[in-house]
């Protein structure tokens, strides 16, 4: 757990197509589930893994700040767009998602109160995930951005123990 906000931004294949698709996402969920956990927070060039977590971009596109509002408003529908086939294609594997609402965890973050992580990372990029249980694993998707300009992006978290909003 921490009590600092983080806006943590997980860096992997930006792009304005995702590379493979959901099946290819659903491929990057299988190694991450099977992946141990690290002992310490570090950021590698497919993410930030701790102890209990591994969190990654599946999925971004570019940049908004400057993007005409068409342009703008197409890059969000897309992001829509995978988020939903991705959903989709999971579901398929593990079943109905739990739907978690990170407002909460953003609130708390905010006054500097402890958030678990990956939702303490997630909760800054995204306003809800959809979450399944992978055995003694949870894994969440979700996608973002929170504030406009920032780029559209589809994240993956894997953790242990319960899914969030789980009960």
Known sequence: MTNEPRRAAPVARPGPEPPGGPPAALTTLDALCARPFPEQREHTAVGTSGPGFHLIRL???????????????AARERCVDELAALVAVVSLRWGRPVVHDLTDALARTARGLPVPPPLDALCGLVPRVYAWTAGDRWVAIGAGPLEPGQPCQVLAAVAQGPPPGAG
């Open 59 to 73: 999925w971004a596109g570019g940049p908004l700040w400057d993007a005409d509002p068409a342009d703008a408003a």
